[in-house]
């Protein structure tokens, strides 16, 4: 059973910085995609960035340029940078087997949040302006 455990979320001012950590008990990622996704209040959980056992990445276009995806050993990190408040959402590591079904790097739907099948509990990021 796959566990999944951030860490790092808090409360902010606009233009400052967090960096979310989830531990995994996933070591190696082969066969893996992970991947944060945040869920505003009344709004849909959607993909924040993913990265592939290849350590390839994507990002949703609001946050690209702002937010960077990576994984050492059985740590995925989330450094969110120049935060604004819109990115106030409660965020969640995920992972998926891609032979699962899993969308991850270059698909089209890959912040599709129904295809990964392993969570963590979420943390609270609040960016005040």
């Known amino acids: 059973q796959v566990q999944l455990q951030e860490s790092g979320g808090g409360s902010v001012q606009a233009g400052e910085s967090l960096r979310l950590s989830c531990i995994t008990s996933i070591y190696a990622y082969k066969g893996y995609c992970m991947g944060w996704f945040r869920q505003a209040p009344g709004k849909e959980r959607e993909g924040v960035a993913v990265?592939?056992?290849?350590?390839d990445t994507t990002y949703a276009d609001s946050v690209k340029g702002r937010f960077t995806i990576s994984r050492d050993k059985n740590t995925l990190h989330l450094q969110m940078d120049s935060l604004k408040p819109e990115d106030t959402a409660v965020y969640y590591c995920?992972?998926?087997?891609?032979?699962?079904?899993?969308?991850?790097?270059?698909?089209?739907?890959?912040?599709?949040?129904?295809?990964?099948?392993?969570w963590g509990q979420g943390t609270q990021v609040t960016v005040s302006s």
């Open positions: 995920a992972a998926g087997l891609t032979r699962n079904g899993a969308y991850c790097v270059g698909h089209p739907a890959w912040g599709v949040y129904q295809r990964y099948a392993y």
């Open positions: 990265i592939d056992s290849d350590g």
